[in-house]
Each structure stands twice: as C-alpha cells, then as structure tokens.
C-alpha cells in the first residue's frame, strides 16, 4: 500500500527555515483558505504553521553538536489523532496514507491535537478548525504542473536537498532505499504509531589513520640514505686487514 | 495541559446531575423494598429530576464553549465506533432524555404498577425507566472518564482510576445535593443521602489520593532523546522556530507558577473531601438545610479545582518539543 512521506536528513539541514516559509507561502495561497496569523505586525505576533524549524545541542561544551530539526506532521500509518475525532473530519486516505483533515467537517473540539504525541497540529484562531500538514495534496496530484514540481514545497524549496519525498513502502524509491540503507528512523517509537516520515541521523566522516601509517617501517628510501659516519674510535676493517 | 473552564464546568455539572439522578432512583430502590420510606411522586423525585436536567443542560451548554464551530456540534454523533468523544456526545442527551422522562412520569404521576415480583415488590413504571437511567449515567461517567484514559501517552490520565475518579467525584456531589435538596423539603430520606454522600466522598478520597500518589511516581516514557531520536542525555532546546507562542505553547501548558499549582491540589484536597465530610457528619440528625447546602457548595467549588488540577497535572510529550524560546 502507498505511504507518501518525508525523509528528512539531520545530516544537511541547515536550519535555514525556507521549508518553514516556502510550506507558509503555499498553504496560505491555497484553494482551503489562509493560514491564519494573529497580530503579524504588532506586538506578539502569532500563527498558524504546518512545518517548524527547531534547534537542538548535544553534548557538553566544548564538544557539542548543533542539531537542526524540522517538524511536521509524520503521517503515521497508525495515527492516534484519526479514531479520537468524534466527527470523522480526521481521517487517512487508503490510497496515498496521508492524513487530512476536512475542514468542513471539522468541529474545532481540538481532542486530536490532545491525542497527537508530537503536536503537529494548530488549531486555525480565525477559521476555528484543525489544520496540519497535507503534504501538500494539493499540488503533489497537480498535472498542470511539470512533473518534477509535484512535490511538497518544503522539499523544493530546500536549498541542501535534507528533504526527500516519496513512497516509503515502495522499496525501490528513493526514500525508502534512504531509510533502509542509511539508518533512517522514527520520532517517539514507544507509542507505536508508526510514523510514516524517517529522519536520518547525523554522522560525521572519520578516517583512521595508524602511527605505523606515518613513519613506514619498510620505507625503501632507507636504503639509499646516506649512513652515519662511524666512531673514531670504532674499529675498522683496516684493523684488521692491515699487512 | 492548559485547563479549558468549558470543560472543567461540563464534566463537574453533568457530574452533579449524574449523581443526583442516582441518589433519586437509589432511594426510590430502597423504598420499594421498605428499607426507607416512600417518598412524595410529585414533589420529590419530579422536582429532583428536574434540578438534574438542569445541571446536565448547563453542562451541556458549557461544552459547547469548548467548540470552534459549536453549530456543528451535531457532527460528534458520527464516530462512536472509534472515539469516546462522540459516545460521550450520544450518550449525555440521551441520559438527560431518560431522566427527564423518569421525572415526568413521577410529576404527573403516569406511573403504573407493571408487575408485582414476590406479590410484596410493586414495580413500576418509573423503576424500569430508573433502571435503564442508571446504566446510561454509568454509561456515561465511563464515556467521559475514557476521553482521558484512553490516550495512553498522557500518562497521568491513562489508568483505571480516572475513569472511577470521575464517576465516584460525581456520584459524591450529586449525593450531596440530593441531601441539601431532601433536607429543603423536609424529606424522611435526608439522612439516607447523606449517609451515601459520606460514603462516597470518602471513598472518592481514597481513589482520588491513590491516583496523585500514582502520579507523583509516574516515569515519563518520552524524552528529548526519543523525541527527536537523538541518543544523548544532554540535549537542550536552543530554539522552537517561532518567539512568541503558538497554539502549541498555549494549549499545553497550564502556565500557573508552582505555588498557584500545588495551592490548588490542597484547595482541592480540603473542600472535597474532609469538610464536606464534617458539613455532611454535623447535619446528620438535624436536617439542617443550611449545612447541607454549604457542604455541596464548597464541594462543587473543590470540585472545579480538582477539574483543574486533572488537567494542569498531564504533561503532553509534546512539550518536549517546546522547552525554550531561543
């Protein structure tokens, strides 16, 4: 069964934030109305967003590492916020797995933002209704687009190419080929809700490299060296073949 | 999570007109079998259905506060096969449905005897609606209980004892109304109430500080290093993506500093339980309307912060996500 999905590389991302505003930009021109910001230019400005960037350090300094981390909705393929929802307007398409919401539907009672480990999803302050990533359904099926720009925005607009989108149960996709050989994972595995997005984990290139590596022991250049002359008081052969 | 007083009041009135209707039917049982004596049809079990539809409507009309969209609350009805939510939904009218018709049979006095069992136990109309009553109200405290229970990684709210907390608060409150309202009439039964409110108060103690004590010792399952799958003990937050709050940072925490917090949990701690147990214990006897009716005010009031506290107390994982603005 087709599970459309993010992969999202730790390694590349760069917390830039364009996949935050590229996912804004799109969402808010969309056909379901804008996402809608309170007070944008004033005091405490506030909104609705379907993706953030957050920013996270490991270890203790000095030895610390920057972790960029976006989030959004994973999609899981057993999602906890879709049985909660009292009027059905939460729900998973059979076809593609991506879980949406119909706004029409939608009663605002925000259980399913309660039931959702990984607060992923905002209620809408004008529109009073739930929303939350599409993974852009709107555009990913749209054939008056060229083909290769019928992906989510967030992973056009990615300048470091940390976001890979795709089938993840179709194991010869990019995304899937991604998870199984570089150790892509899940967010809170001990809920079981089986996200469908993988991150793949940081990981820094090392070589080793041996003392017996820098000064050769059988270096051939030791044969032709000139030798240390000998101790004066040494003896030579003359010693010894003098007549 | 960030206590909603549309819901705080919903699950404390419904629970009051819950636990009055089974104060009502329970003494109604107890008459049949002569136990205690027969109440007035019309003034006393009519009147009492009529003060717990009341508390069940305004409780009704509290949730819908909650709503984004309140006129489509119908909607809720849909998904009872998977969502406690919208079994609670069907469930509270029909409940409020059932006791209204349980009081007007007892008003207007449409109460035929249907059978006698044992040629001693008249039954009649009013005891079958009863009967049936009281399994929609039970039906109901485990709705409401299991709205909360059964998101299992809001551990504090995931056990068993939520949903008794509720149904034993809610059954104590409505008890101890049902003695304020006897005692107002000068009922025989007065005594009868209060003695099952004393009960259930204490024994709603008894789950009530099990289920903080639980609580207290609770072991988050979820980390940072789960949360962002990263395996370090020492990670900090050093930005949320955004500076000045989102819906995130605003429905998921309580926000009260922890004086207020733990100020509430004793509030609570004292006027649900030990002085409705004094009002309740110094009334007995006397029928004093006054004491009675001061118990079940303070009561309610301890109740709306315990309702707070219930909420305050969960800790989403997701605020895991949101430990530092930048």
């Known amino acids: 069964m087709t599970q459309l999905a993010l992969v999202i590389d730790l390694n590349v991302c760069v917390g830039c934030h364009a996949c935050v505003t590229s996912c804004k930009e799109w969402n808010t021109s969309g056909s379901a109305g804008s996402l809608s910001d309170m007070n944008p230019f004033s005091r405490d400005p506030t909104g609705t967003f379907f993706n953030r960037v957050q920013t996270f350090e490991v270890g203790e300094f000095p030895n610390t590492e920057t972790v960029h981390f976006p989030k959004s909705c994973l999609h899981c393929e057993d999602p906890p916020c879709v049985p909660v929802c009292p009027t059905g307007a939460s729900y998973k398409r059979e076809a593609d797995g991506i879980v949406l919401v119909d706004y029409d539907k939608c009663i605002g009672c925000k259980y399913c933002a309660w039931a959702c480990p990984y607060g992923v999803r905002e209620i809408d302050e004008h529109q009073k209704v739930m929303k939350k990533c599409t993974l852009c359904v709107d555009r990913i099926y749209d054939t008056a687009l060229p083909e290769k720009e019928r992906k989510p925005a967030c ?18 996709s990019e995304v899937a080929e991604a998870i199984r050989e570089r150790g892509g994972y899940q967010l809170m595995p001990e809920w079981g809700t089986r996200p469908a997005n993988h991150y793949l984990p ?20 030791n044969k032709e060296r000139q030798l240390p002359m000998p101790d004066k008081d040494a003896p030579t052969l003359d010693d010894f073949t003098s007549w | ?166 149904t034993l608060l809610g059954a104590a409150s409505g008890f101890t109304l049902a003695t304020a309202f006897a005692a107002s009439q000068g009922s025989q039964l007065t005594d009868f109430y209060a003695g099952w409110a004393l009960l259930l108060t204490l024994a709603a103690l008894v789950t009530r500080v099990a289920s903080l004590i639980r609580n207290q010792r609770i072991k988050h399952k979820s980390t940072l290093s789960t949360a962002i799958g990263i395996r370090d003990s020492r990670i900090r937050q050093k930005s949320q993506g955004f500076m000045t709050g989102s819906f995130n940072t605003r429905d998921f925490f309580h926000g ?15 006027t649900v339980f030990p002085i409705p147990i004094v009002l309740l214990a110094l009334g007995m006897g006397h029928s004093g309307v006054a004491v009675f009716a001061l118990a079940f005010a303070i009561q309610y009031l301890g109740l709306l912060a315990d309702r707070w506290f219930f909420f305050a107390q969960a800790n989403h994982p997701q605020n895991l996500y949101y430990q530092a603005v930048g």
């Not at chain 2, 009260?256 to 004292?270: E, S, T």
Request: charged share 15%; hydrophobic share 50%.
């Open chain 2, 256 to 270: 009260a500093p922890q004086a207020v917090f733990k100020g509430i949990k004793w509030f609570f701690l004292i």
């Open chain 2, 1 to 166: 999570m960030h206590p909603a007083f549309s819901v705080i009041f919903l699950t404390t009135l419904i629970g009051v007109g819950q636990g009055l209707f089974l104060a009502l039917y329970t003494g109604q049982l107890y008459s049949v079998v002569e136990v205690v004596p027969v109440e007035d049809s019309h003034h006393h079990y009519g009147i009492g259905a009529l003060i717990a539809v009341v508390f069940l409507s305004l409780g009704l009309l509290a949730s819908f506060f909650h709503l984004g969209h309140p006129e489509r609350g119908w909607r809720a009805i849909a998904r009872w096969r998977t969502s406690w939510l919208s079994r609670e939904v069907i469930v509270l009218p029909a409940f409020m449905g059932m006791v209204a018709l349980y009081g007007l049979v007892h008003y207007f006095d449409l109460n035929p005897v249907l059978f006698t069992l044992r040629e001693t136990f008249r039954i009649d109309l009013s005891l079958v609606i009863g009967a049936l009553t009281t399994v929609l109200a039970f039906t109901l405290f485990l709705c409401t209980g299991m709205i909360y229970a059964c998101i299992k990684f809001l551990q504090e709210w995931a056990t068993p004892l939520t949903v008794v907390n509720y």
């Open chain 1, 155 to 172: 992973v056009l607009a990615c300048p470091t190419s940390a976001r890979l989108f795709g089938d993840v149960n179709d194991p010869e």
């Open chain 1, 202 to 221: 940081r990981s820094k290139t090392r070589i080793t490299i041996h003392d017996d590596e820098l000064t050769r022991v059988d270096n051939p250049l």
